[in-house]
């Protein structure tokens, strides 16, 4: 096979090419820049592009496939070539499908806990000696790589709900057919491309009408928008798993977890992420693991990369990060910490930092997002929004839009700097959440300057 990627070093994109690099297949691939650590990952794999920049003459009649990024435009040179010539062209969901034909396909979909639950998934699987291949948006212990593609039987994907491509503007999730999915939440985002909530759950409804006859859809039954949306789309030809919170307990900040009898300890906590454990228990049953085998591996799972993740901790402090900016995201990593550490202050500090979290009109759904937060910070950067074309953004209207008595909002980074000074974090957890930098903060060396 031959295969050439345009926007070969996409996060996803190049990970991909590597994969498929590894087993066997001629790779090629361009792009206009490529980063770290996509750019040293291509280096190593000997896949680098000899230059930046789009090169047509690369498209040549005898590619097998060739695979085209987000960041690819639609007028891009070496996509006209390639339809000219009548080449297969793919979306990168589009290609993973056609990779996994005859596999037996699980993909987890929803709004929130998406890369959570596959990592869950994947380290039960690995665990437990599994042969299976993978597609998950986040670096994972254990894992080399984002994307794995063999002759496995199996694939377990991340379904994001972003379009696929700048030709394919459909949800990447609408590609892979599953025969087992999950449904983790529906909680409207990414309202750029989805600008109404109607549209947003269109979305999902086409997701699920595309699981495969006989398949199981596992949904989060706590979820009343999702709830009634299963509710009012049955389909006969498929089984219904609906979940929710399994029994557990808390006892001095550790949390175990029962179920079907079985009982385990775990080092994650939060209603969400016993929720994703359950969902991932159920999928994991559909290739013949029981409860006991799922809890006893899931002992030693950690969590995936910047969900609620451990920068630094001492006796009476813990500093966490987290990926969270959309509402509902933000509201469960906020109660999971307060709930596992009822008698500590919580220190919020949320980046704004999307499209969706920086747009005023968006401010209100953020509304009960901080309720369990003791003292908290919204902080966004101008630069972010001069890079996003946005309009400013009225401190007034996100404390309006949060309705947190007390909430502190900041757009410099020297003032958020002397605000993190100024506290008293005794006996207290630092939830960092944000899917931007804090405009270049270093949030690692602050998290082991107030632990040590």
């Not at 990952?41 to 920049?53: E, F, R, T």
């Not at 377990?156 to 025969?179: M, N, Q, R, T, W």
């Not at 969902?279 to 591996?297: K, P, Q, S, T």
């Not at 813990?318 to 919580?346: C, I, M, W």
């Amino acid at each position: 096979m031959r295969v050439h990627f345009i926007s070969i070093g996409g996060s996803v994109m190049h990970q991909l090419a590597i994969a498929l690099s590894k087993k066997g297949y001629q790779v090629s691939g361009t792009d206009d820049e490529i980063f770290e650590p996509a750019a040293g990952n291509l280096v190593l794999a000997g896949l680098m592009p000899d230059k930046m920049g789009w090169q047509p003459a690369l498209i040549t009649k005898d590619l097998d496939a060739v695979i085209l990024g987000m960041h690819a435009k639609d007028d891009n040179p070496e996509l006209l070539k390639a339809k000219e010539l009548g080449l297969a062209i793919y979306s990168f969901p589009e290609y993973i499908f056609q990779e996994s034909k005859q596999k037996k396909r699980i993909v987890v979909g929803g709004s929130h806990g998406k890369t959570t639950t596959t990592s869950m998934i994947m380290h039960a699987l690995q665990a437990l000696h599994q042969d299976f291949d993978y597609l998950v948006g986040a670096k994972l212990a254990g894992f080399e790589q984002s994307v794995n593609i063999t002759d496995a039987p199996v694939i377990v994907c991340e379904g994001d709900e972003y379009p696929a491509s700048a030709i394919e503007k459909k949800p990447k999730f609408h590609f892979l057919y599953p025969h087992v999915a999950i449904l983790t939440g529906i909680a409207w985002d990414h309202i750029n491309v989805f600008p109404t909530f109607e549209f947003y759950l269109e979305q999902f409804v086409i997701f699920i009408n595309r699981i495969e006859a006989g398949g199981l859809l596992i949904y989060n039954a706590e979820d009343e928008v999702l709830n009634k949306l299963v509710q009012e789309h049955l389909r006969a030809d498929i089984r219904y798993q609906p979940y929710g919170v399994p029994e557990h307990t808390i006892n001095n900040g550790v949390t175990s977890v029962t179920i079907e009898g079985a009982t385990g300890i775990l080092n994650v906590f939060g209603n969400h992420n016993l929720m994703n454990l359950l969902a991932a228990c159920y999928a994991c049953a559909e290739l013949g693991i029981n409860a006991a085998d799922f809890l006893r591996v899931m002992n030693n799972f950690t969590g995936a990369s910047k969900r609620l993740e451990l920068l630094a901790s001492n006796e009476h402090i813990n500093v966490y990060r987290d990926f969270a900016h959309a509402p509902s995201k933000v509201k469960a990593t906020v109660e999971a910490v307060k709930q596992q550490y009822p008698g500590r202050k919580l220190f919020a500090i949320l980046e704004l930092h999307t499209f969706s979290s920086l747009n005023e009109a968006f401010m209100q759904q953020y509304k009960g997002a901080f309720d369990k937060v003791d003292k908290g910070v919204v902080f966004y950067s101008k630069h972010a929004l001069e890079l996003k074309r946005m309009p400013d953004l009225p401190a007034d209207k996100v404390l309006e839009g949060f309705a947190k008595d007390g909430l502190v909002v900041i757009n410099e980074r020297a003032a958020l700097e002397l605000w993190l000074k100024e506290q008293n974090f005794t006996n207290s957890n630092i939830l960092l959440m944000s899917s931007g930098n804090y405009d270049g903060i270093d949030i690692f060396s602050f998290a082991k300057e107030i632990t040590q």
